[in-house]
């Protein structure tokens, strides 16, 4: 009998025991409640806003689409305000290179300017064939070892301009060593100068050797645009395949008949 007592007597200790467990057990519980009750509250928090910004969105397409309708309405036509003019002409602010720059002698055809600037014309040592057509400038370092060559000559290089604006470069021959010149080329340098004063056409006169130039009609035509590049950068893009500056050069061994054209 008295171990059971004593047996019985240790029961109270163990309960004891277990009391904090069961009271933690319970916090637990409350607390799993409470983030179950928050994580619930956040999700409707979530959807309400959800259903906000959706709302909010769909009142900016409206909005958009009420400005775009308004942007779009077109506006009555007035004559006065479409009608193309004469004098009408665009700044765009924009410079324009061009990527490709003739040599060739001007069209029996075409209107065309020459740049007044001076610094817009050289003379230079230019080897011309004609059978090609074609104008190469030649480098200072290799004129000794061709200066017997009867097509080199030295040429005043002009840069033109056609009424659609297209930049070309022109070579003329200068007097020779004993001052005479061509009736052609100085026809050539007279055309010249009048087209730095307004738009002419230029157009052979076989019969006396020479040019007839004919004037643009209206006096009033405005000036071309002229290219806003350097002389330097006109120079380097006409001549880009067409600057000799060694002696075993293709085009002078065939002219040296060291080569097949």
């Known amino acids: 009998m008295a171990k059971n007592v004593k047996r019985s007597s240790g029961g109270p200790a163990n309960g004891k025991k277990f009391e904090p467990k069961l009271v933690h ?8 409640g409470v983030n179950m009750s928050n994580d619930k509250k956040r999700s409707l928090d979530d959807l309400t806003n959800g259903e906000k910004s959706k709302t909010n969105e769909a009142q900016d397409s409206v909005n958009a689409g009420t400005n775009n309708a308004k942007q779009l309405k077109k506006p009555k036509i007035d004559l006065e305000r ?14 324009t290179e061009y990527t490709v720059i003739p040599i060739r002698n001007p069209k029996p055809d075409e209107f065309f300017r020459c740049m007044a600037d001076e610094k817009y014309s050289m003379n ?26 009867s097509q080199l000559r030295v040429m005043t290089l002009y840069v033109c301009v056609t009424m659609n604006y297209s930049p070309f470069v022109t070579c003329i021959p200068q007097a020779d060593e004993m001052g005479k010149i061509n009736p052609w080329h100085q026809s050539g340098h007279i055309t010249m100068e009048e087209a730095k004063q307004c738009w002419v056409r230029r157009q052979a006169d076989k019969a006396n050797g020479g040019y007839v130039i004919t004037k643009a009609m209206n006096a009033k035509l405005p000036d071309p645009k002229w290219p806003t590049m350097t002389l330097s950068e006109i ?4 001549f880009d395949k067409y600057y000799i500056y060694d002696f075993q050069d293709p085009v002078l061994q065939r002219l040296r008949g060291e080569k097949m054209s």
């Open 25 to 32: 057990s319970s916090t637990s519980t409350a607390n799993l």
């Open 82 to 95: 479409v009608r193309a003019r004469a004098d009408q002409s665009f700044d765009l602010g924009v410079t």
């Open 124 to 149: 230079a040592h230019i080897l011309s064939l004609k059978t090609e057509n074609e104008w190469y400038l030649i480098d200072p370092d290799i004129l000794p070892q061709i200066q017997l060559e």
């Open 235 to 238: 120079i380097d893009r006409a």
